[in-house]
Structure formats: C-alpha cells, structure tokens
C-alpha cells in the first residue's frame, strides 16, 4: 500500500517518538487518513500513535478538532490559519504530545486561481513549541500523487520538529 521509503521513515519516526515517550496525533482532510494508515501500519505503532481524526468537512473540523466558523469564513479550509487550528485541536483534543494536520485540495476540480489543485497546507503544534505550518504546491501531477506527497511532507514536518525538540 506505502512505498518502502514512506514506511521506513514512518519507522524512524516511530522510534523516535519513542525515544522522547512522546504520542502522536494526526488530523487529516485531502489525506483523508493515509498518515494514521502508514503509522498504524509499523508493528509497535501503539506505542506512541495516540489517535487520527478524519475531518474531510468542514463541519468535522469544527465539531472534532474545534475549528472556530469563523476561521473557516473568513480563510478557507485549505489555509494556513485552518491547518494550525486542526494541529492544535488534534492536540487538545488527544492526549498526544505533537499532532500533525493537513488540508488541501488533491483534485482533480475544486481549484480555483488563489488555490489551485495542489495547493496543501500542513500544521503542526506540540505542547513544547510553537504552531508551525507550510504550504506546499504539487502542481496537478494527480489526486492520489498530490496526497502521497503531503503524507511525506508531513514526515519531514515531524523530522524537524523532532529534531527542534
């Protein structure tokens, strides 16, 4: 289902986690649960993967993670502002130490010229550190290449913050 590559970095990622007694969430809307997949799918996962939250919609956002309405009015799902507040819910909301959240728009329609398909944003909030988050253009190579590609921004988003720690 991963690739060796994604699986073996989920699996150092994994042991790094544990290495810190740290747990991990994960909030996921265009990867619609592909990170909590690849981290469940590494033999001693438990250890430190607390939970994933699926909020594809807006209204999961919101009753989920605590996403504020008016965020989402005023910014768009696919936002910086949005993966921030779905990362630090993910962590009020989990007993987790560091959770990882990811919207965009994988395709093949719902671009538009301010946010085109490819257009992906990536929060990420720990109790020991400030909320980051970046965003990503993959172009249009394809829903599931633009969804792939998140999954492994996202590990290199948690590679540097564990790094940081």
Known sequence: MFTPELLAHADRLISA????????????SCTGGLIAGLFT???????????????????????DLGVDYDLLRRHGAVSREVA????????????????????G???????MPEKPVGLVHIGLAAASRPATSRAFRFGDPGRSA???????????MLDDALAAA
């Open 41 to 63: 799918e590494i033999v001693g996962a438990s250890d430190v993967f607390e939970r994933g939250f699926v909020t594809y919609s807006n209204a999961a956002k919101i009753g």
């Open 17 to 28: 986690l544990r290495a810190r007694g740290w747990k991990l969430a994960t909030a996921e």
């Open 105 to 111: 728009i994988a395709g093949p329609g719902g671009g």
């Open 84 to 103: 921030l507040a779905m990362a630090a819910g993910a962590l009020r909301a989990s007993a987790a130490d560091i959770a990882v959240a990811v919207t």
């Open 146 to 156: 633009i969804r792939l590609a998140s999954v492994g921004e996202a590990l290199r």
